[in-house]
């Protein structure tokens, strides 16, 4: 088993493990990437966080703005000549996890 650990990064969870890239919500500040690491499992040994713990994550950016999948959203009603087309694509800070200690 390799080690992994679940970490959260502006309010989502994360199972990550080391030399992983990990698409996240883009960062206002990549420089300042703040983490709460929750759990880190080492093969048979797991170290649960009440509600986190000490053990680090070292994350490093690889892209600061990656822009994720284009949705199309159309809205229409029968009969009425209502329609509406709008799109959007999500933005993404690309992460490698360096270490986990």
Same mark, same amino acid.
């Given at each position: 088993?390799?080690?992994?650990?679940?970490?959260?990064?502006?309010?989502?969870?994360?199972?990550?493990?080391?030399?992983?890239?990990?698409?996240?919500?883009?960062?206002?500040?990549?420089?300042?990437?703040?983490?709460? +690491?929750?759990?880190?499992?080492? $093969? &048979? /040994?797991?170290?649960?966080? #009440?509600?986190?713990? @000490?053990?680090?994550? %070292?994350?490093?950016? +690889?892209?600061?703005?990656?822009? $994720? &999948? /284009?949705?199309?959203?159309? #809205?229409?009603?029968? @009969?009425?000549?209502? %329609?509406?087309?709008?799109?959007?694509?999500?933005?993404?800070?690309?992460?490698?996890?360096?270490?986990?200690?």
């Amino acid at each position: 088993m390799s080690k992994y650990a679940v970490v959260r990064i502006t309010g989502k969870q994360y199972k990550v493990e080391e030399g992983q890239e990990i698409l996240v919500d883009k960062l206002i500040d990549p420089k300042k990437i703040s983490t709460e +690491v929750l759990l880190v499992a080492d $093969g &048979e /040994k797991v170290s649960v966080g #009440k509600p986190v713990l @000490k053990n680090e994550v %070292k994350l490093k950016v +690889v892209t600061d703005l990656e822009k $994720g &999948e /284009k949705l199309e959203i159309y #809205k229409f009603k029968a @009969k009425s000549r209502y %329609k509406r087309h709008t799109g959007f694509r999500a933005q993404y800070t690309r992460l490698l996890v360096e270490k986990i200690s």
